[in-house]
């Protein structure tokens, strides 16, 4: 994913920070439930929704790992990034 990512950058497909940034400009990092990809911001208590089976990471996490992660992160807002280059790109 990480080769597939810096060509796309190298290219000019997408800019940096194709997930979005928080609105407080902090890049995240994610965690995963189940197939489904969130990054999340520990300063603002944010989380924002990236996609679903886009990293093969959660094929290797069971329910348990899941579960943590709904409890150390289920209260963090929701929202939506402030900037995600892989809207801009559909949209074009």
């Known amino acids: 994913m990480k ?3 810096n060509f796309l950058i190298k290219h000019n497909f997408i800019e940096e920070y194709p ?3 928080c609105r407080c400009g902090n890049e995240g990092a994610y965690f ?3 197939r ?3 990054f999340y911001c520990n300063d603002c208590k ?4 990236v996609g679903s089976n886009l990293f ?3 094929r290797e996490e ?3 790992d899941w579960e943590k992660n709904v409890e150390e992160y ?5 929202i939506k990034p402030a900037y995600n280059s892989f809207d801009r790109l559909w949209k074009q």
Do not use: M
């Not at 289920?74 to 929701?78: A, D, L, P, T, W």
């Open 62 to 64: 069971t329910e348990k």
């Open 32 to 34: 995963n439930v189940n």
């Open 74 to 78: 289920g209260s963090y807002k929701e």
């Open 56 to 58: 093969s990471s959660w």
């Open 46 to 49: 944010t989380r924002w929704l």
């Open 3 to 5: 080769r597939i990512l």
């Open 19 to 21: 997930f979005g940034v």
């Open 36 to 38: 489904t990809h969130w």
